[in-house]
């Protein structure tokens, strides 16, 4: 296998393979956060406010896949 | 239904059904790789190892600072009339700042670190927002989408300031021995007090490099999602395929600006986590 073809295999790979760890964890997340709101509705707000901070955070391990994959497109 | 709503949506269909048959346009190239590529325009000394020329980043970096300078004279002179809508949407961005990040997150440098984070906050957020309207610096001077923070060099700056002022506000809280002694854990054996030591350590540089990447990886997805999208509208050569696929473009967009305005929060409160974890006493 060439230099060429194993970028192009690695880059869908860790873009691909990459996605479902922090896939399942965002589902994970915001199910405990709609159920926590279904218990108390009054702290809804605070919820919510926490479940966008980890969204933020779990994103942002789903676009380091993407950053490797792209470097592996364009870059190397 | 109404009559005349049910008129409107069998001509539409009928529009996007004969869309389906009409002869396609011309093959274009197009590289999506092409748009984050830096070239200076104006090109100026460079001191060292730091290249001083005018890129496409600097002068969108100088745009949203004009931004933020002239919407901030236009809402000094709001502060007449407290009951209008400027005045009420930028009292809505206040109130996040000030209750929703430093305040239900900061224990006990509110007042003194709410500048900071707040300027963290409206700087990116505007630069975030600038980079959703297309400006003439494409190639051959065509309607392009960049954004200042959609590049490394950028966000690395800022959150260099964040690293060095979380330390700052620990060793000026606690002194240098007490903010070292932090981040050794008390209840642990030797050895495994020293490794502890060295992961908080490592944890701190990738801290670092988290609130970096976070923020260009998002943008960049954001910018590199914009143009696969455009380009899959006229790749087909097709105008059905084109115009279900502009409205996909539609709604991808919006979602770009939900993640701007998110990616902004994020690393305002972040920093503020940061900063007032480094203030307080730990473990």
Avoid at chain 2, 76 to 93: C, E, I, M, Y
Avoid at chain 2, 122 to 134: D, S
Avoid at chain 2, 264 to 280: E, V
């Amino acid at each position: 296998m060439d230099a060429e073809a194993a970028k192009l295999l690695g880059a869908g790979l860790a873009a691909g393979l990459g996605v479902i760890g922090p896939g399942a964890g965002m589902g994970i997340l915001i199910g405990s956060t709609i159920q926590s709101t279904a218990r108390q509705p009054e702290m809804a707000g605070e919820l919510r406010t926490t479940m966008f901070i980890g969204i933020g955070l779990i994103e942002a391990l789903a676009l380091y896949a993407l950053i490797i994959a792209l470097i592996l497109l364009f870059v190397i | 239904m109404k009559k005349g709503c049910l008129i409107w949506l069998v001509v539409v269909i009928a529009i996007v059904v004969a869309l389906g048959f009409a002869p396609g346009g011309e093959p274009q190239e197009f590289h999506v790789a092409s748009e984050f590529e830096l070239e200076p325009i104006v090109q100026l000394p460079s001191i060292g190892p730091v290249d001083l020329s005018i890129n496409k980043a600097v002068i969108y970096l100088w745009i949203s600072v004009g931004v933020i300078a002239i919407g901030s004279l236009i809402l000094n002179r709001s502060l007449k009339n407290p009951t209008g809508r400027l005045f009420g949407a930028f009292a809505g961005l206040y109130d996040l700042a000030r209750l929703g990040i430093v305040n239900s997150v900061m224990r006990k440098g509110q007042d003194t670190w709410f500048p900071y984070i707040a300027s963290v906050f409206f700087f990116i957020l505007v630069c975030n927002f600038v980079g959703l309207v297309p400006l003439p610096f494409g190639h051959h001077h065509q309607l392009a989408f960049y954004s200042a923070t959609a590049n490394l060099f950028v966000t690395l700056s800022l959150a260099s300031c964040t690293f060095v002022l979380t330390h700052y506000a620990g060793i000026r809280a606690k002194g240098v021995g007490g903010y070292v002694k932090g981040w050794i854990v008390p209840a642990a054996p030797p050895v495994l007090k020293q490794m502890l030591f060295f992961l908080e350590i490592l944890s701190e540089i990738f801290r670092l490099i988290s609130l970096a990447v976070r923020l260009f990886a998002n943008m960049l997805a954001g910018h590199v999602f914009f143009a696969v999208f455009f380009t899959l509208a006229v790749l087909f050569q097709s105008y059905l395929l084109a115009s279900v696929l502009q409205g996909a473009s539609v709604i991808m967009y919006l979602f770009e600006v939900f993640v701007a305005f998110i990616q902004a929060f994020i690393f305002a409160i972040l920093s503020a986590i940061y900063i007032g974890g480094a203030m307080q006493e730990s473990h």
